[in-house]
């Protein structure tokens, strides 16, 4: 069955520092989308990053970077010179193509909050 | 462009009772999700329409909840009668093109469901 693994509950990291959040996933299909979502405080759920399995070269939004590795099925989230605004939790997501139900549901994992220090 | 909006954002009611859950998707997604997360598990699905039909309803829990539809635009998820289990935060999300690769889905703020 599909799964997607967050081993980091909580990080911290200093401010203007780059941070590495890490996710693995799990499938038998060679075609998937990996998410990357961010939840402030304020509760909604940001859209940061996708990479799809085809994908040739890592995603890349602004100070947000993919870093996939196919063959160990990991998809890590790097932030860079990050700010105080940073500090949220952050899930991975994976979208499989449909099957019998005809799906394109998210599968999550279970998040990491990270704090950022001044 | 707004983005996708959720009412209310937070809703308190007593074991027993009814709450009806509203999303307006942004305009144009002929797709609609529905997610929660309940206290410390994992975001899962609920169910997914496409346009007034339902795609996929394989993540509601139980024939207590009630997703619809209506004329493809908002859709609402009836909790009915509402048990102690059902706190958690509701997610409605929405996407354009659920066939490509690359659809993205959109988020709302979600609903925070406390029963008591």
């Known amino acids: 069955a599909q799964k997607i693994t967050q081993t980091q509950p909580g990080m911290f990291v200093q401010e203007k520092e780059a941070v590495t959040l890490d996710c693995t996933y799990d499938?038998?299909?060679?075609?998937?989308?990996l998410f990357w979502y961010k939840q402030p405080s304020s509760g909604e759920m940001i859209f940061l990053i996708y990479?799809?399995?085809?994908?040739?070269q890592n995603a890349t939004e602004g100070r947000y970077s993919l870093n996939f590795q196919k063959a160990r099925k990991s998809a890590n989230l790097v932030i860079s010179a990050s700010q105080l605004g940073d500090s949220a939790m952050y899930f991975c997501?994976?979208?499989?193509?449909?099957?019998?139900?005809?799906?394109?549901?998210?599968?999550f994992g279970s998040g990491t909050r990270l704090l950022v220090r001044p | 462009e707004a983005g996708v909006t959720q009412f209310p954002s937070h809703s308190v009611i007593e074991k027993g009772q009814t709450v009806t859950l509203r999303c307006d998707p942004i305009?144009?997604?002929?797709?609609l999700y529905w997610y929660r997360r309940v206290m410390g598990k994992e975001i899962k699905f609920l169910l997914h329409?496409?346009?007034?039909?339902?795609?996929?309803e394989s993540g509601m829990p139980n024939n207590r909840f009630l997703a619809e539809r209506t004329g493809g635009t908002y859709s609402t998820l009836k909790v009915q009668p509402a048990e102690l289990e059902d706190s958690g935060v509701y997610f409605c999300?929405?996407?354009?093109?659920?066939?490509?690769?690359?659809?993205?889905?959109?988020f709302g703020p979600g609903t925070r469901l406390t029963v008591l």
């Open positions: 999300a929405s996407s354009l093109l659920a066939g490509a690769s690359t659809d993205t889905q959109y």
């Open positions: 499938t038998s299909d060679p075609s998937y989308g």
């Open positions: 990479q799809g399995s085809y994908d040739q």
């Open positions: 997501a994976m979208r499989e193509p449909p099957g019998m139900d005809s799906s394109y549901k998210l599968i």
């Open positions: 305009s144009g997604h002929d797709n």
């Open positions: 329409f496409v346009k007034e039909s339902k795609q996929d």
